[in-house]
């Protein structure tokens, strides 16, 4: 896909959302962070509802952890994999305290460094909280990518860093928002919606629905 057909894209994607966010509510970095810390192997919605009774009690990584173990796991238990979660929840807010004067950290390495916190959810903070121009490849990015044409690739990783030197600079910011999105609600995985694609015909996507 050449430079020209890139930018026609994200110029499209941009006029049908002209301001994209995350579908994760949440009112700080902190929020942020755990939301999604809690979103692996699981949907927005889902979060949102665990998250609406668990952060007005627990916003803050002393609150969180005033509540243990099984405080969380009351609010989270509808969500997959919640032990676990809990565990790596708990054990970053002890960190956030004992590393960053509970504060979120604003650099890739000391995100990863907190317990169940992996690249793409360090992309996610980093973008949505911070303003990084990061790009956290998900299922939808991974498959919008290379279903489209766009940034093709075999691994994550490698579909990342493609899209971070294919994207033009001045539309990175949101491409993270607005490919989400957009293998949300219309590029999806088992019958796409090619009928309402914006980008239909700058697409490489041989099997177009009608």
């Known amino acids: 896909m050449n430079a020209t057909r890139r930018r026609e894209i994200f110029e499209r994607l941009k006029a049908a959302n002209p301001q994209p966010t995350t579908e994760l509510v949440h009112r700080s970095a902190f929020e942020l962070l755990i939301a999604v810390m809690l979103s692996a192997q699981a949907t927005d919605k889902s979060v949102n509802l665990a998250t609406a009774t668990l952060f007005p009690l627990a916003d803050t990584p002393e609150k969180m952890l005033s509540l243990g173990e099984d405080g969380v796991k009351a609010h989270i238990r509808s969500i997959g994999l919640y032990p676990t979660k809990t565990k790596n929840v708990l054990a970053t807010c002890q960190i956030l305290l004992d590393k960053h004067a509970g504060e979120v950290p604003r650099d890739r390495v000391s995100l990863e460094a907190l317990p169940g916190v992996g690249r793409k959810t360090a992309n996610v ?76 015909d700058l697409c490489d996507f041989k099997a177009k629905t009608t």
């Open 125 to 200: 903070v980093l973008n949505t909280a911070f303003g990084e121009p990061t790009i956290a490849v998900d299922t939808h990015i991974f498959r919008v990518a290379n279903r489209t044409g766009l940034a093709p690739g075999k691994t994550v990783e490698e579909v990342e860093q493609k899209l971070l030197r294919n994207v033009p600079v001045e539309f990175r910011l949101d491409a993270h928002h607005w490919l989400i999105l957009h293998g949300r609600y219309i590029c999806k995985a088992r019958k796409p919606e090619c009928a309402a694609c914006p980008i239909r």
